[in-house]
């Protein structure tokens, strides 16, 4: 790619106090791309989409960059970032009607004048899609469903038209079938706005229906990182191949194994699932190399004594010392 | 047919008086041993409601729950006691229901001692029995529940819950909240349990995937009540009602199928149903 | 345990500076029949001696001529023990009261609040002289009085936690073991709610001090032992001409309290990193 990407991080790296939470993370976002942060707790996902968005705590020491090269002022939180938390309920206000809650935004950050607001305000709620609007604007977030608070989250994080919305979690306080509902909500509103998105998932198959390209963070570090399409078909982490490995599947077929005959044993039926063994590192726990290397069928004497360099760019690359090297 | 080992008729509950909301709406269900059971429904169906009210937590407004033949609902004192052993719950949050300060040899110990299953210089042994047959080992008794991983402390809680040789065993979304790489772990160890000491399970869960590398039957709920159930695969294979359609619909599929994978790619393309 | 205790000498210098005041005065207190052996009411010497004249005597005699020195030291253990005493009865009521109310909830809940609140409509130090006027003056019912009027406030603290404890899962899986409810309570539900109230603890070792001291100002302590308040109420006749008297003991109270309070505020520093935490 050419272009100039809307977002650069380079050597990104965070800790609280002994705590490494990020570790030399670089990656690039483009304009209207859809990006999923995929990782299990301690992947650092989260405390990477902080420190973009400059949410960080005081207390967190960072070190790298992350730029916007593109035109422009440099973004701010709110207006040019958006983002939507995991508990839509902790994140508006509680004693606030949702139609407060949006205005205020668009006043703060002055994006229609004053007269203009009460229209905008219905606008936006129509669009994530809260029927009877007009009738809701004066309702306060308790009375609304979880599905639809988010959707309420979500118009306040989209009210600036922001070039970047992060969505850090934002289903998984929600039930299966409302969570479709708002993931094809922010797929809608991605695709129209042409905003770029930062999806923070720890669910594989949801990140690959959402986004363009997955970053595959492991304790801090990034594994790999690459589009959709080639990390599902040739994943080059073992942890990447791991994940996959363990998805379960809700249609008839799973894998390539034959679907069970009627008269089969309970163990045919129902056989062990193919599991990773190991624990996570414990937060704060200190490992020396690759920090997967205790979980991972495919380790080398490298692995444990230094972490692997980076093979790739900031679109896509893996890290790890199997990569590449002859087996 | 055998007789059932769960027998639940006509359950119904609501919270906030006569006129409040109904959670749970004339619920009919059974559950034989060495079978499993998945409950699954939005949230609100009323899952937990139930799951609750067959281990006594709660009680129902109305209808009857039969435990191995004897009436459940109203059993009380030394008889419910002797019952509880028959019948053990695992929570959703492993942190959570394990008291903070309460090692894991004292709560692994508590079962054993509640209904006096092994003399006193024997509990020790026991309660290392019970942490190696979840796959811990023994210094683990001396572990506070915040020192442990997530996966660690829902070992214990199926510890805790193995303890008094239970017949059925109430699992209430016991991985949703683990992390995605330990989970096939737990489920794992679910499947071993239940092949070598044949116990039922009731199991709570919204993930059907999951549901379906470990139940034999499902029964689905919406609204507080059972609107489909039947063996797994036919209910998730050929949902009869729009509650399990959509329900089915919204499972997050990946949207290229592995090289390994025989089967037609699916369009990646989300369904607002 | 051992972390908390680590963060109280990290985090609070001036707690650490009022446990080493504490020590200090139990120690004196402790060792007083060793470093001032005999009776402590008896005459050691000319009356109404001033402080710093006289080597055997260096803080002064009273109108009796007892040595002051001789007196506070005995009277330090008194009020300690007395005020330590009484702690630990109020606590003893008031958490099993706020333990059995919280857990079990319903009309148990409901009459131990009504109780509760009728005990706290009266003033704590007005119930006090009320109880010790009844049963009379000895150390043991200043000891009863004081815990008598001081049990309310842990009582409606640990109800309060143990409401909000009674909601988490722990619990139910306890229930649902056929564990007996107030073996839940007490053994399981009721050590998470103890750390709030180890803070409140110290506020009532300070107030309980402040009411033996007044109590014996008033003439109602017991005669027969020496105690600060006492000290104080017998200086009172003679303020103007040998205000020392009154003057000393009061300083040993008012450090004391402020000891205590300092200690206090340490601890409640310490254990609430860990409950935000938690």
Known sequence: MTRAPLLEIDALSVSFGAVRAVQSLGLALHAGERLGLLGESGSGKTITARAIAGLLPEEAQVCGAIRWPGPGAPPVAGRDIGFVFQDPMSSLNPVLTVGEQIGEVLLTHGIVPPTQVPGRVMELLDRVGIPESHARVEAYPYEFSGGQRQRIAIAIAISATPRLLIADEPTSSLDTVVQAQVMALLDTLTRDSGMALL??????????????????????????????????????????????????????GRGSEPPPEVDATREERRPRLPEIPGAL??????????????????????????????????????ACWGVGAVA | MSHALLQVRGLTKR????????????????LHANETLALVGGSGAGKTTLARIVVRLIEPDVGRVHFDGVDLLAARGGKLRALRRGLQIVFQDPLAALNPRATVGRLLADPLRVHELVADHERPGAVHALLARVGLDAQ?????????????????????ALATRPRLLILDEPVSALDVSVRAQILNLLLDVQREEGLAYLFISHDLAVVRAIADRVAVMADGRIVEQGAVESVLDAPQTGATRALVAAVPRLPIRRDTDRHTQRDGDWTNE | MRASLARFVRSSHAGVAGAAVLALIALIALSSPLLFPG?????????MAAPFTEASHPLGTDRLGRDVLTLLAHGARVTLAVSVAATLGALLIGITIGTLAGYLGGWIDETLM??????????????????????????????????????????RLVRAEILSLRQRDFVDAYRALGMHPVAIAFREVLPNALPPTVTLASVIVASAILIEAALSFLGIGDPNVATWGAMIAEGRGVLR??????????????ITVIAVNLVGEGINEALAPQRARA
């Open chain 3, 114 to 155: 009504r109780i509760t609140e009728a005990f706290q409509t009266v003033p704590g130090f007005i119930l006090a002289l009320a109880l010790v006027t009844v049963m009379g003056a000895s150390v043991t019912s200043i000891v009863v009085a004081i815990a008598a009027s001081s049990w309310t406030g842990p009582a």
């Open chain 3, 39 to 47: 009776d402590p009411l008896a005459i050691a010497g000319q009356p």
């Open chain 3, 241 to 254: 001409s040998a205000p020392y008297l009154s003057f000393i003991p009061g300083v040993a109270v008012a």
């Open chain 2, 140 to 160: 683990f008794a001396q572990r506070y529940p915040h020192e442990l991983s997530g996966g660690q402390r829902q070992r214990v809680n199926i510890a805790r």
């Open chain 1, 199 to 252: 999806l923070i998932t720890h669910d594989l198959a949801l990140a690959a229906r959402s986004v363009d390209r997955i970053a595959v963070m492991y304790a801090g570090r990034l594994a790999e990182l690459g589009p959709v399409a080639a990390l599902l078909q040739q994943p080059r982490h073992p942890y990447t191949q791991a994940l996959l490995a363990s998805q379960l599947a809700v249609d008839a």
């Open chain 1, 281 to 318: 590192p414990a937060p704060g726990e200190v490992v020396r190399g690759c920090p997967f290397a205790a979980r991972c069928a495919q380790v080398r004497t490298e692995c444990g004594e230094r972490f692997p360099a980076w093979r790739g760019d900031a679109n896509e690359g893996v």
């Open chain 2, 15 to 30: 919270y906030g008086g006569s006129r409040g909301r109904i959670v749970l709406d004339g619920v009919d269900l059974e």
